[in-house]
Structures are given as C-alpha cells and as structure tokens.
C-alpha cells in the first residue's frame, strides 16, 4: 500500500507523468485471506485520503481487482503485467510449485520484484503463535487466534504430504530455475518462515 502511495506522489510531481501507476499482483491461497486484504486496503484508502487529499485532489489512490484462479493452469494475465507479484504461503500446496512460480516470473516485469514466502520445514508454530499473541499490534494477535485455530490442520497436511515446505536452499533452486534472478532468502516470524525476493532480467 506504501509502495503504491509513493508511486503515485512521484508520478504526480514528475515532468512526465506515466499514464497508470504501478501494478502489483498478490497471490492468495484461500479465498478468506483474499477477503481480509481486500478489507485492510480499503481501510487504509479511507485512512490516507483525507491525509494526502490536497496532493492528490479527488484522484483514486488505488484501485483493485480479484479473481479466482486455478494455480494448476496459465494465469490469466500477459507477460510482464506486473511490476511486483507477492505470493504469500501459496507455493506449499502446490502439486507443481515450479509450473507456479514460472508462471509467476511470466506475468513479472522486466527489473521487477517477486517475493514469495513459506514455512520453514520442522517449523514451530506454537512458538509462532506466542509471538504473535504477545505482540501489541492487534492485527498480529488476530492473526495469532487465526493461526491457532489451524495449526493441526497444517501439520496433519504436512505429514500427509498435501503441504511441503521448504528449506533455504530448495526455495533457491526453485526461484532459479524458474528463471528469476538474484534470488535472496531471508527468515521472518520468529525464524519460522521463509521470505524469497528475486528479480527478472531486464
């Protein structure tokens, strides 16, 4: 949201203003999480309008789009759409995480940035969920009692083998070999998680 609130403040005060703001592309792995996104970027919209409202006049500050999509097919964008795609704790349930992330490098601009996270293999979610209650944020302990609710559920899909996470050096080799570039991994949540940043060639 920050991202695209800078964009549009430069665009705004530049010479030669590009005619649409950036486009960014984030990926979900349930329709829930998708739902609460949309929540928060309309709560921050209405927060920052007044704020900024005298840069901005009455232009929009941001605009989304959803849709339902099958992972296990093309997206349905054309190549080099976006100019950031974030795919949060999306690449564990797939049967073909490779197909997913080269389609996500597809729909990548040139220089952009992709950004994908996930657990940890032997992550410790009770340790997570600690964290994360005793944090003063209340979106952190919402998302605690969240996460709570589910840890069963994501370790009996783990041992089962519907869910697989990855290690340091699998997230690499998969980054890489679906085309992307200067792949950098980096532990997040109490060292729980994983969060990849890669580029595409220019």
């Given at each position: 949201m920050?991202?695209l ?12 203003p ?27 919209t ?41 795919c ?17 490098t ?5 220089s ?6 996930c ?7 009770t ?7 005793a ?38 080799n ?10 950098r ?18």
């Open positions: 920050a991202l609130i800078n964009e549009a403040y430069r665009q705004k005060h530049t010479r030669s590009v005619p649409h703001g950036p486009r960014y592309l984030g990926i979900e792995a349930n329709q829930g999480s998708a739902m609460r996104t949309q929540q928060q970027i309309q709560s921050l209405v927060d920052l309008v007044e704020s900024v409202i005298s840069a901005f006049g009455s232009k929009r500050l941001v605009h989304t789009e959803y849709c339902l999509c099958d992972l296990e097919r093309p997206l349905p964008f054309h190549d080099s759409s976006f100019q950031r795609v974030v949060n704790l999306v690449i564990a349930h797939a049967p073909d995480p490779l197909s997913i992330v080269r389609e996500l597809r729909v990548l601009a040139p952009g940035k992709l950004i994908l996270t657990f940890r293999p032997y992550s410790d979610l340790q997570l969920y600690r964290n994360l209650l944090s003063k944020e209340t979106e952190n302990r919402a998302y605690a009692k969240r996460l709570l609710h589910h840890v069963g559920d994501i370790l009996e899909a783990h041992r089962n083998g519907l869910l697989r996470f990855f290690d340091r050096q699998e997230l690499l998969l980054i890489v070999s679906a085309g992307a570039l200067k792949p991994v980096y532990a997040s949540l109490a060292n729980q998680v994983y969060i990849a940043v890669a580029e595409k060639a220019v």
